[in-house]
């Protein structure tokens, strides 16, 4: 089975930083598409990167270029930093991706972030 475990969550002051992975692993590894997505309770999950396999990202626009997705392939891991962050970021954020033409969904991190 292919796993993605997402790690880096925790507690920040509002400005500061968090840099998120996702590891995946299995016997049975190539990324297509890699995703950010993020949930908090009682909201709707909200779109957060995609990385493509050709290093194209794309952003949702309330991210306002604080947030950066990248991908490590040697490493099977991909990346969220996000700076600047503010109350309203305070979610779950989980990591989605295409491997192999099947979907895989991560636990998620939880990231709070204080005023």
């Known amino acids: 089975q292919v796993q993605l475990v997402e790690s880096g969550g925790g507690l920040v002051q509002a400005g500061g930083s968090l840099r998120l992975s996702c590891a995946a692993s299995?016997?049975?590894?190539?990324?297509?598409?890699a995703h950010w997505y993020r949930q908090a309770p009682g909201k709707q999950r909200e779109f957060v990167a995609t990385?493509?396999?050709?290093?194209?990202?794309n952003y949702a626009d309330v991210m306002k270029g604080r947030f950066t997705i990248s991908r490590d392939n040697a490493k099977k891991m991909v990346y969220l930093q996000m700076n600047s962050l503010k109350p309203k970021d305070t979610a779950v954020y989980c990591c989605?991706?295409?491997?192999?033409?099947?979907?895989?969904w991560g636990q998620g991190t939880q990231v709070t972030v204080s005023s």
């Open positions: 989605a991706a295409t491997i192999s033409g099947a979907s895989y």
């Open positions: 299995g016997s049975i590894f190539s990324i297509s598409a």
């Open positions: 990385i493509t396999a050709g290093f194209i990202t």
